[in-house]
Nanobody, 118 residues
Framework: QLQASGGGLVQTGDSLRLSCTFS????????MGWFRRAPGKERELLST????????SYSDSVKGRFTMSRDNAQNTVALQMNSLKPEDTAVYFC?????????????WGKGTLVTVSS
């Protein structure tokens, strides 16, 4: 139901844009999130956006460098990643939940690998 894409190998300071396609029903009623899991670390929540839109929220680790957006006409969310650092190397996932941002995430996509070389 969710598929992330756009990962790859980049150098420090480069940009990358990830996309997540939602293939279920009523995308516009789902809040969305971007997560990542770096090697040897726990999963980290990076950004969320409410189903009704509005300003996304960001973790401190990516605030000011990453921008999340949603396109309800295309059933997609994107994560624009700028000024990438080696510590951003991880598998990136998108997730969805119907309604607001409280409670567990119901749907998870397969991740896309981002590798940032120094």
């Amino acid at each position: 139901q969710l598929q992330a894409s756009g990962g790859g190998l980049v150098q420090t300071g480069d940009s990358l844009r990830l996309s997540c396609t939602f293939s279920g029903r009523a995308f516009g009623r789902h809040s969305m999130g971007w997560f990542r899991r770096a090697p040897g670390k726990e999963r980290e929540l990076l950004s969320t956006i409410h189903w009704s839109g509005g300003q996304p929220s960001y973790s401190d680790s990516v605030k000011g460098r990453f921008t999340m957006s949603r396109d309800n006409a295309q059933n997609t969310v994107a994560l624009q990643m700028n000024s990438l650092k080696p510590e951003d190397t991880a598998v990136y996932f998108c997730a969805a939940r119907q309604g607001g941002l409280q409670g567990p995430w119901a749907y998870w996509g397969k991740g896309t690998l981002v590798t940032v070389s120094s």
